[in-house]
């Protein structure tokens, strides 16, 4: 088990945060591709907290019950999301990106929880298991 | 850091070596655009062999990029892209955002370019 | 000691003592009903006795672990090369028919004490047989589990027919599982041979649904994304009519009917002539 909340409240911190959760995977027995979709899952959320979040903190760790996983926990104190079924779906955006950062993540991962409530500010939470 | 754009014939050659934050990007492709004009370069390509994850905002960039420099005159291609790569992105839901021409490698890229500027040659001057 | 304990040091003694009988007795009847034919007359007196020695320590601890280990050991061994799940069942309950009738034949004086160790004797008979049944069929389920694993790793072969050509023949029914490895072993050897061209047959998959299909748009659209065109070939009428009626965007995908004309095409998308040798 290991744990680490890192900050993620600028551009360099998306790129650090996503070598140390690729490193976490690797570490962890996950293939290339699911590396791959993890990290880019990570991109995705950690960007969402710089540019919409106005910064916040993510945990990575390795979890394990009866099987083998990584967890990973964006938080974020900004203005939370107005419309979150509308941003889960897909295409929409506000800053005018692809639109896609939260329902990609939720594609590439196994597990994807959010809550988010305006003016308190978001957290997600996103699992993927070893096959 | 400064990432060299590269001449050969009429082409641009930009290769991604590390992993560029967003700013970078955002500067890469000011340079990118600058350089098309100033060598008025009939073809641009982008190797992303090197890099590990493409997210939305990194696709976003080379779609924009690729785009701009059509208007420009430079025909883009990318390669060298990573298998884990294209399906994260294909399961990101790029499907449809996705319209970059694409190749292999860097060889392929430039013989694709060159059939390119063959026909449109062989139309013009013939 | 209770009542019960007492019965059951009584019967597990008598077990014991007339063991050689029993045993002899138990062999006989199973030879005549041809349960032993595969066996050799070691094989028999050391299986028999192991058997017996088994139930009568469960008989008499009330503990199910020895009895439990050597049905799993039994089942797995594959005694079952030379005894069907049947016949050892059939031997099973033959042991219990040996045993019941000697208690039978001990206890006929006296028909309460009878039916009093009955009482003690059934359930655990009862439980020794449902652990052997068990035993085989969680082997059973064990080797299923196991082969089906064994056929996913087996995984769908990439086959290079020209330097820049790969076919990939799909067989059989695809779930996430499989998709998902097919997806990524025909991705890798795209960039390994440098294949500019994918044909996919499919004329070995017997439905296409819309998961099938979700899954081959995908693996085109991320071939394209490497510098690959792919083709598929071998769509049966009734899966072509099934995708349609599914309303599957079928526009992105080049088919053409056979694996002969998907190579065909191949090689016009990469300007090669197959010529005769003159």
């Given amino acids: 088990m290991s744990e680490d909340k890192l900050p993620v409240k600028n551009e360099s911190d998306i790129i650090s945060v996503r070598s140390f959760g690729r490193n976490l995977a690797a570490n962890a027995g996950f293939g290339i591709v699911d590396q791959c979709r993890i990290t880019t899952a990570i991109s995705e959320l950690a960007r969402n907290a710089v540019v919409h979040g106005g910064g916040g903190s993510v945990t990575i760790k390795t979890i394990q019950n009866d099987k083998k996983g990584i967890e990973i926990i964006f938080r974020d104190e900004g203005p939370g999301i107005v419309n979150l079924e509308l941003a889960l779906k897909g295409g929409y955006s506000t800053v005018g990106g692809l639109g896609i950062g939260l329902s990609g993540a939720k594609r590439l991962m196994d597990e994807f929880q959010i809550t988010s409530s305006a003016g308190k500010g978001t957290t997600v939470i996103i699992r993927k298991w070893l096959k | 850091m400064e990432i060299p754009i590269l001449k050969i014939e009429d082409f641009l050659i930009v290769s991604f070596q590390t992993e560029l934050s967003d700013d970078e990007i955002d500067k890469l492709r000011e340079d990118i655009l600058d350089k098309i004009k100033e060598t008025n370069a009939r073809g641009l390509i982008i190797d992303i062999t090197a890099l590990k994850i493409v997210d939305s905002f990194m696709a976003r960039s080379l779609s924009s990029i690729a785009t701009t420099a059509t208007l420009l005159g430079a025909k883009t291609v990318v390669v060298g892209m990573q298998p884990a790569v294209a399906l994260t992105l294909v399961e990101l839901g790029l499907r449809i955002k996705w319209n970059i021409q694409t190749a292999l490698n860097l060889e392929r890229g430039i013989n694709l370019l060159r059939e390119a500027l063959k026909s449109e040659k062989d139309v013009v001057y013939e | 000691m209770t009542e019960k304990e007492e019965f059951v040091e009584e019967l597990s003694g008598l077990l014991e003592d007339n063991a050689t009988e029993l045993k002899k007795q138990w062999v006989k009847e199973m030879t005549e009903m041809g349960l032993l034919e595969k066996l050799s007359s070691l094989e028999i007196e050391q299986q028999s006795t192991a058997i017996y020695d088994t139930c009568v320590l469960t008989i008499k601890t009330g503990m199910y672990e020895a009895a439990k280990k050597y049905a799993r050991e039994m089942a797995k061994k594959g005694v079952l090369e030379a005894m069907t799940v049947d016949q ?151 899966n072509a009519q099934t995708l349609v009626t599914l309303g599957v965007d079928l526009s992105m995908m080049t088919t053409r009917g056979s694996l002969r004309s998907g190579v065909k095409l191949a090689d016009e998308m990469l300007k090669l002539v197959v010529m005769e040798k003159r």
Wanted: charged fraction near 20%; avoid cysteine; charge should be neutral.
């Fill in chain 3, 88 to 238: 050892i069942i059939m031997g099973m309950l033959k042991l219990r028919d040996v045993y019941g009738r000697f208690i039978f034949y001990k206890y006929q004086k006296d028909v309460e004490k009878l039916y009093k160790v009955l009482g003690v004797y059934e359930p655990v008979a009862n439980r020794i047989l449902s652990i052997v049944a068990l035993a085989f069929v969680e082997e059973r389920e064990m080797k299923i589990t196991d082969q089906q694993q064994a056929m996913l790793t087996l995984s769908t072969p990439v086959l290079q027919i020209r330097d820049q050509i790969l076919v990939l023949p799909l067989i059989g029914t695809i779930d996430s599982a499989r998709a998902a490895q097919i997806v990524e072993q025909l991705l890798n050897s795209i960039v390994d041979t440098q294949a500019s061209v994918v044909i996919i047959d499919i004329t070995g998959v017997p439905i296409i649904d819309t998961a099938v299909a979700n899954h081959l748009i995908k693996t085109i659209q991320a071939a394209k994304m490497l510098g690959a065109d792919t083709i598929i070939t071998g769509i049966s009428p009734a």
